[in-house]
């Protein structure tokens, strides 16, 4: 009986350890490919979204507490080391979703509030590391996810006029809501969705798939508005040279017809 049970608890324990392996696998699968399609498309997007995904993927594997199996061990302050994490992966996702949005021609303001965020949070999480205190930290967590969700809402006062921003507001509703709860909500000790990382791993990998079609799809759509902005600024010279003409040929009339008389 006793041998059986022991049995059982490795079974298990090989079970978790290859699923585990196989979502970081999938994810540096992913994490690769954006890579080679940003040298192969020369598409900085790809670049960011790969950089983006990896600090995000590094954060959910500490936060499982799987940093021994790469021969990490002793780490002392886990809450705050996370929120460091978190803290690199949510300002490669501001930039990401800057660049992807393209938020500069409809929201270029929209930076004069991220930045001081950003520099309050850094600032939280260093004296957290100071005075040892992960509460602070959990603050910092807070600012955080609550710029992510800033972002995340130009992105649905993006949703009607651009296409590509419906995936953006899709891929990044159920990893943000589950971001949150994990992060933030469960840290003040209040029970709300229960999410665990296994949920949050899912969620993020749906992100990433979703997002990395995306960014072919904008790539294609920026492009059918650069072809449509110049056709339009072909007939617009085009008029305008018609335009020019009528007035030169008018104006030649009427000189010839004051000379006339």
Not at 57 to 83: D, K, R, Y
Not at 88 to 105: E, H, N, P, Q, R
Not at 191 to 213: C, G, M, N, R
Request: aromatic share 16%.
């Amino acid at each position: 009986m006793f041998i059986s049970g022991i049995l059982l608890l490795k079974i298990e324990f090989n079970s978790n350890l290859f699923n585990q392996g196989l979502f970081y696998g999938f994810a540096l699968t992913i994490i690769l490919l954006n890579l080679v399609c940003y040298f192969i498309f020369d598409e900085s997007l790809f670049a960011y979204f790969s950089t983006t995904f990896a600090a995000l993927t590094a954060t959910i594997f500490f936060a499982e507490g799987l940093f021994p199996l790469i021969g990490i061990t002793n780490i002392v302050q886990t809450e705050i080391f996370q929120s460091t994490f978190l803290l690199l992966g949510i300002a490669l996702s501001v930039l990401f979703a800057t660049k992807y949005l393209s938020l500069k021609d409809y929201f270029p303001k929209l930076n004069h509030l991220t930045l001081p965020i950003l520099v309050i949070a850094t600032a939280l999480i260093s004296i957290a590391w100071i005075m040892g205190d992960p509460f602070i930290a959990i603050l910092a967590n807070t600012l955080l996810l609550g710029l992510l969700s800033i972002y995340f809402i130009t992105g649905v006062l993006l949703f009607s006029r651009k296409n590509y921003a419906k995936f953006y507001v899709i891929a990044s509703f159920i990893p943000l809501l589950f971001s949150v709860d994990f992060f933030v909500i469960q840290n003040f000790g209040i029970d709300f969705l229960f999410t665990e990382a296994v949920h949050l791993k899912i969620a993020t990998l749906f992100e990433a798939l979703l997002l990395s079609y995306a960014i072919m799809f904008r790539m294609q759509a920026v492009k059918e508005e650069g072809v449509l902005r110049q056709t339009e600024m072909r007939i617009f010279l085009k008029r305008q040279d018609v335009m020019n003409r009528a007035k030169v040929e008018e104006m030649i009339e009427d000189i010839y017809l004051e000379n006339l008389i």
